[in-house]
């Protein structure tokens, strides 16, 4: 997917606030400055809930539970070690959407089941990203199923 501004990443993700279930998880990959966190204020847009979302870099995870489902938003970025003790299995089990930046630094305590987004700057276009999904078991795949049937019928 090619997105060209803020407002169609905002657009992306409110179709996933809108399109998640309760346990599904999603990491979300990219370089500072790429738009994890744009994305995750849109998630949780479409999760219909209005509070603001603020980075949870020094806190690793602020939850919200006003919307929809409740947002797990866990920032990874500080977490230099200890991964594995930090218990967020509790989230990634949880009746939530759990939305992970810098997710990938989790490696084996990310859980077994999850759909990652990966969010790419563009060298020519500072406002343009490339975005892919790629999903990891059963909920994961049917999660990316739901986001891109709504991003075609949207678009
Ligand atoms: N298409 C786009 N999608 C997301 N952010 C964009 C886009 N174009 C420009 N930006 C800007 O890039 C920055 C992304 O910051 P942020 O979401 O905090 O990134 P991250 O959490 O990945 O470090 C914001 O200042 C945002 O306005
Ligand atoms: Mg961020």
């Known amino acids: ?39 995750t204020k849109g998630i949780a847009k479409g999760l219909g809930i209005t509070q603001m979302i603020k980075s949870p870099t020094y806190t690793i995870i602020r939850e919200y539970t006003a919307g929809r489902l409740t947002l797990y938003h866990m920032d990874i970025y500080r977490v230099e070690y200890g991964a594995a003790d930090l218990g967020l299995d509790e989230y990634f089990e949880g009746d939530g959407l ?12 990310l859980p077994e089941d999850y759909l990652e987004l990966t969010l790419e700057k563009d060298e020519q276009d500072p406002e343009r990203r490339s975005v892919t999904l790629q999903a990891f078991g059963a909920q994961g795949s049917a999660f990316e199923k739901r986001i891109l049937a709504d991003w075609t019928a949207a678009s």
């Open 1 to 39: 997917m090619l997105l060209h501004n803020v407002s169609e990443t905002e657009k992306l993700a409110e179709i996933i606030g809108k399109a998640a279930q309760p346990g599904d998880v999603l990491v979300l990959t990219g370089d500072l400055g790429a738009g994890k966190t744009t994305l």
């Open 98 to 109: 759990s939305v992970v930046e810098w997710g990938n630094l989790l490696a084996d305590s």
